[in-house]
Structures are given as structure tokens and as C-alpha cells.
């Protein structure tokens, strides 16, 4: 999969570093996927949800929430957002565009 773009993982996990070894790992087993459909991602993450148009990853032992909007045909996997449990408890994330 393609993923568009790392630099929103760079930012979160500077402004919470331990994020970053749990990002880094999904970055690397998302990149080495092939997904066609979300029951394959959910094989290889099993706490993955979809929820609208996204597909949700819980990070960091559910500390963190990896929002995504993954277009299987072309094999991109887009960033929305990297939010910590309290800022995704907040629902903003669902006025995105993208969400519906």
C-alpha cells in the first residue's frame, strides 16, 4: 500500500514521542500490504474498525487513533488524522470531508 503522507505520523509523534515505535510499526506492515478489502486489514489488525469511509487504527495500546481512508483499487492508504483517545473521543473527526 501507498501511504499519503508519512509527515502526519512524523508530526504526532514528535509532539508524543511514544507514539512513535507503534507508528512506525504500522507504517511498516501497511506498506508491505496488499489489501483488496477491510477483512484483509483487519487479518493483519485486528482492532481495526471502519467507521463511515475510514478505517481506524487504535495505536499504542489504544492510547491513540490512526484515522485513514484506504482506496483499495489503487492501493493508497490516505492519513486523515492521528489523534490521541481523548481528541478522537471528541468526534471532530467526523466533520471531515472525507468521513461520509
Known amino acids: 500500500m501507498h501511504i499519503i503522507t508519512r509527515s502526519r505520523l512524523v508530526g504526532f509523534w514528535e509532539k508524543h514521542p511514544e507514539a512513535k515505535t507503534s ?6 506492515l501497511t506498506s508491505a ?5 477491510f477483512v484483509e486489514v483487519h487479518e493483519v489488525f485486528s482492532s481495526a ?15 491513540y487513533r490512526l484515522i485513514t481512508f484506504v ?15 481523548a481528541e478522537y473521543d471528541k468526534n471532530n473527526w467526523k466533520k471531515d470531508d472525507w468521513y461520509e
Not at 507508528?23 to 511498516?28: A, D, N, S
Not at 482506496?71 to 483517545?85: E, N
Request: glycine fraction near 8%; charged fraction near 15%.
Open 23 to 28: 507508528l512506525l510499526l504500522w507504517y511498516k
Open 33 to 37: 500490504a496488499d489489501w483488496q478489502n
Open 49 to 63: 474498525d471502519q467507521v463511515g469511509n475510514f478505517t481506524i487504527f487504535n495505536i499504542g495500546g489504544n492510547k
Open 71 to 85: 482506496d483499495y483499487a489503487y492501493q493508497k492508504v490516505f492519513i486523515r488524522h492521528v489523534l490521541t483517545h
